[in-house]
């Protein structure tokens, strides 16, 4: 079957390629099994033709749901876990919701919506459902403090990436993301467990590392992806000695040198490398090369068909991967005349290279003149006792601003040489920034925040 032939994810589910499954801390679902089952009371039908509104707080829920609504609803919106409750009326009517399927029904019987269904484990046997037609997948935007916007893809645009880079080599690959899989990132993993013929370990919300990583040992995962700031927290944790995957990604924030060599050192037998991806445009290339940025004859049309090209220091790109429209009444133009998303990633030509610098809406202000804030933290963790570190702004009577680093110790709080550590890291920033990106202020923390959609939280002081 061609992948043009091909219009619900459930069409994935080979009976012949058994011991396939999902799995979180309380149970396995044999994915092999799972064609002829339903974890939705047997009302798959009543879903059909509808614009629904999935909002499982259970991953693996989540994960089957999705399987057994596409190709049968009009439209799917994916709701992460972490959305704020005052925005979901907003949400439901931009997207003409008039069914949600929940782990918590009663939660929404005073919302209004038509049609209610329940989700839960463990699935019955039911009619396989054939597919009806292609539905739309709907995600949220990160990394906003307002309403997310609403974007919308075809899984075919969803899977092109996934696609064109074929079947994972060697044995059937185990995969694991510490990622949501309700968002782009998480979704993108789930996708290639179910299209490559793979099994998938689930990550559980507010699960300390060691245990995740317990997990990934105990279910032997050889893929797994995640932020840099999921992995810097997991080199934190000290449980890396603990696992050892062949296959190590990164994505959804800049990957800094100092990240991609600790994960070397750590994972020394791993294929390391970083991707460039997002909710709007979709995948766009990887870096298998061990180095931060990317190679600048990316730039133009690569193999598989993604069209990319820097105007005005933002990196934009078109291909059949993007998403097709924003949704409901923030539906402004997703791409420019010609058909490029505008990334709002900042990307430098250095030599042969193109590094990212940092977001455009991401921007601190020093005394009039503008500093990406990741362009500081990546000098600081070049320093080798150095795990993480966070720059921010903090008012100033005299320049407007000043940037202060928060800085995050390999080993404890480093106590004994903290002063000589600080005045390293100055050093360093001396050597390799403007004076006005240099911090006037280095705090050394014991952690720093990171998202819900697995990002570096910022806030100015």
């Given at each position: 079957?061609?992948?043009?032939?091909?219009?619900?994810?459930?069409?994935?589910?080979?009976?012949?390629l058994?011991?396939?499954?999902?799995?979180?801390?309380?149970?396995?679902?044999?994915?092999?099994?799972?064609?002829?089952?339903?974890?939705?009371?047997?009302?798959?039908?009543?879903?059909?033709?509808?614009?629904?509104?999935?909002?499982?707080?259970?991953?693996?829920?989540?994960?089957?749901?999705?399987?057994?609504?596409?190709?049968?609803?009009?439209?799917?919106?994916?709701?992460?876990?972490?959305?704020?409750?005052?925005?979901?009326?907003?949400?439901?009517?931009?997207?003409?919701?008039?069914?949600?399927?929940?782990?918590?029904?009663?939660?929404?019987?005073?919302s209004?919506?038509?049609?209610?269904?329940?989700?839960?484990?463990?699935?019955?046997?039911?009619?396989?459902?054939?597919t009806?037609?292609?539905?739309?997948?709907?995600?949220?935007?990160s990394?906003?403090?307002?309403?997310?916007?609403?974007?919308?893809?075809?899984?075919?645009?969803?899977?092109?990436?996934?696609?064109?880079?074929?079947?994972?080599?060697?044995?059937?690959?185990?995969?694991?993301?510490?990622?949501?899989?309700?968002?782009?990132?998480?979704?993108?993993?789930?996708?290639r467990?179910?299209?490559?013929?793979?099994?998938?370990?689930?990550?559980?919300?507010g699960?300390?590392?060691?245990?995740?990583?317990?997990?990934?040992?105990?279910?032997?995962?050889?893929h797994?992806?995640?932020?840099?700031?999921h992995?810097r927290?997991?080199?934190?944790?000290?449980?890396?000695?603990?696992?050892?995957?062949r296959?190590?990604?990164?994505?959804?924030?800049?990957?800094?040198?100092?990240?991609?060599?600790?994960?070397?050192?750590?994972?020394?037998?791993?294929?390391?490398?970083?991707?460039?991806?997002?909710?709007?445009?979709?995948?766009g290339?990887?870096?298998?090369?061990?180095?931060?940025?990317?190679?600048?004859?990316?730039?133009?049309v690569?193999?598989?068909?993604?069209?990319?090209?820097?105007?005005?220091?933002?990196?934009?790109?078109?291909?059949?991967?993007?998403?097709?429209?924003?949704?409901?009444?923030?539906?402004?133009?997703?791409?420019?005349?010609?058909?490029?998303?505008?990334?709002?990633?900042?990307?430098?030509?250095r030599?042969?290279?193109?590094?990212?610098?940092?977001?455009?809406?991401?921007?601190?202000?020093?005394?009039?003149?503008?500093?990406?804030?990741?362009?500081?933290?990546a000098?600081?963790?070049r320093?080798?006792?150095?795990?993480?570190s966070?720059?921010?702004?903090?008012?100033?009577?005299?320049t407007?601003?000043?940037?202060?680093?928060d800085?995050?110790?390999?080993?404890?709080?480093?106590?004994?040489?903290?002063?000589?550590?600080?005045?390293?890291?100055?050093?360093?920033?001396?050597?390799s920034?403007?004076?006005?990106?240099v911090?006037?202020?280095?705090?050394?923390?014991?952690?720093?925040?990171?998202?819900?959609?697995?990002?570096?939280?910022?806030?100015?002081?």
């Open positions: 079957m061609s992948p043009r032939e091909i219009f619900a994810l459930r069409d994935y589910l080979d009976p012949q058994k011991g396939r499954g999902l799995s979180d801390p309380r149970q396995v679902v044999q994915l092999t099994e799972f064609a002829g089952e339903t974890c939705l009371e047997g009302r798959l039908a009543e879903l059909s033709g509808r614009s629904v509104l999935l909002a499982v707080a259970d991953q693996l829920v989540s994960a089957l749901a999705m399987l057994e609504i596409d190709g049968v609803a009009r439209r799917m919106l994916l709701c992460p876990p972490d959305l704020g409750a005052e925005h979901i009326s907003t949400l439901v009517a931009d997207a003409e919701i008039d069914a949600v399927v929940t782990d918590h029904p009663a939660q929404w019987a005073a209004g919506i038509e049609l209610i269904v329940s989700a839960q484990a463990p699935i019955r046997a039911a009619t396989r459902t054939q009806q037609r292609a539905t739309e997948w709907l995600m949220l935007t990394g906003t403090s307002g309403v997310p916007k609403i974007v919308g893809h075809t899984l075919e645009g969803l899977t092109g990436a996934i696609v064109a880079d074929g079947p994972a080599r060697g044995a059937s690959p185990v995969w694991a993301t510490f990622y949501d899989i309700r968002r782009y990132g998480g979704l993108q993993i789930f996708l467990a179910i299209i490559g013929g793979g099994s998938m370990v689930l990550s559980e919300p699960e300390p590392v060691a245990d995740y990583v317990a997990r990934l040992h105990k279910n032997a995962v050889s797994i992806s995640g932020t840099p700031s992995w927290k997991l080199l934190m944790s000290g449980s890396a000695s603990e696992f050892s995957p296959y190590v990604r990164l994505s959804g924030e800049i990957a800094d040198q100092a990240v991609l060599d600790g994960l070397s050192r750590a994972f020394p037998a791993a294929s390391i490398g970083h991707a460039y991806a997002s909710t709007e445009a979709g995948v290339f990887a870096v298998n090369d061990g180095l931060e940025g990317f190679p600048a004859d990316l730039i133009g690569n193999r598989d068909g993604v069209e990319m090209k820097v105007e005005d220091g933002s990196l934009r790109i078109r291909s059949k991967r993007t998403a097709h429209a924003y949704v409901g009444r923030q539906a402004a133009a997703l791409t420019d005349a010609q058909g490029f998303v505008d990334t709002g990633d900042m990307v430098e030509r030599g042969e290279r193109y590094h990212f610098v940092g977001r455009r809406g991401g921007i601190i202000n020093i005394g009039g003149l503008k500093v990406h804030p990741e362009e500081i933290e000098v600081i963790n320093h080798a006792e150095v795990r993480m966070r720059a921010r702004s903090r008012r100033s009577p005299i407007g601003a000043i940037v202060v680093a800085v995050v110790l390999a080993d404890g709080d480093g106590a004994s040489r903290s002063d000589a550590i600080r005045n390293e890291i100055l050093a360093e920033c001396r050597a920034l403007a004076a006005h990106k911090p006037a202020v280095i705090r050394f923390v014991a952690s720093l925040d990171v998202t819900a959609a697995g990002k570096l939280a910022r806030h100015d002081a």
